[in-house]
T-cell receptor, first 114, second 116 residues
Framework: AQSVTQLGSHVSVSEGALVLLRCNYSSSVPPYLFWYVQYPNQGLQLLLKYTTGATLVKGINGFEAEFKKSETSFHLTKPSAHMSDAAEYFCAVSFSGGYNKLIFGAGTRLAVHP | DSGVTQTPKHLITATGQRVTLRCSPRSGDLSVYWYQQSLDQGLQFLIQYYNGEERAKGNILERFSAQQFPDLHSELNLSSLELGDSALYFC???????????????FGSGTQLSVL
């Protein structure tokens, strides 16, 4: 069955440290891949997406992700964490067109410490 | 601000009751999507409407129904509520809804439903 897994429900980093949030999918066909961020009391906001083209995708707020087909992964990184990055992050995949086909991961809550 | 408005922000009700959640999409967006976010099930797609017509159904229970009105606002009706229906219900909107990934999906801030 097609699925998406986020490794680690909670990740804690120090301000200025590297942020790495992991996302793996399970499918025999390459999917469309998304990362969303959810700040407290807000809806989800798109950070970045991979649909076609370059496998290294740059998003908002200094985040980027790389689609690695051989590893079935789409990990999210940011070189230097900021306090304002504290939020919940969702990886999502779709194996066909349309947002009604999005499958969300369970989410990773990122905490950033001074 | 995403431009998607959901009301109410919080709703507390009892088991067996019926509630209606309301969503106004961004100006110009024709598609409305409803999602449920719960602790045990995560974030799941419920249903999509496009320009007043049902476009797609996801994991929506038979006790739940939705509609989109001519002014494009949408309502999600939840009936015979159970404790397990307690969740955060999101509405999102997009311009089209035909599967074009160049479109963006904009989320409202959600309605927190608590069933006691």
């Amino acid at each position: 069955a097609q699925s998406v897994t986020q490794l680690g429900s909670h990740v804690s980093v120090s301000e200025g440290a590297l942020v790495l949030l992991r996302c793996n999918y399970s499918s025999s066909v390459p999917p469309y891949l998304f990362w969303y961020v959810q700040y407290p009391n807000q809806g989800l906001q798109l950070l970045l997406k991979y649909t076609t083209g370059a496998t290294l995708v740059k998003g908002i707020n200094g985040f980027e992700a790389e689609f690695k087909k051989s590893e079935t992964s789409f990990h999210l990184t940011k070189p230097s964490a900021h306090m304002s990055d504290a939020a919940e992050y969702f990886c999502a995949v779709s194996f066909s067109g349309g947002y009604n086909k999005l499958i969300f991961g369970a989410g990773t809550r990122l905490a950033v410490h001074p | 601000d995403s431009g998607v408005t959901q009301t109410p922000k919080h709703l507390i009700t009892a088991t067996g009751q019926r509630v209606t959640l309301r969503c106004s999409p961004r100006s110009g967006d024709l598609s409305v999507y409803w999602y449920q976010q719960s602790l045990d099930q995560g974030l799941q797609f419920l249903i999509q409407y496009y320009n007043g017509e049902e476009r797609a159904k996801g994991n929506i229970l038979e006790r739940f129904s939705a509609q989109q009105f001519p002014d494009l606002h949408s309502e999600l009706n939840l009936s015979s509520l159970e404790l397990g229906d307690s969740a955060l219900y999101f509405c999102a909107s997009s311009v089209g809804g035909t599967g074009d990934w160049n479109e963006k999906l904009f989320f409202g801030s959600g309605t927190q439903l608590s069933v006691l």
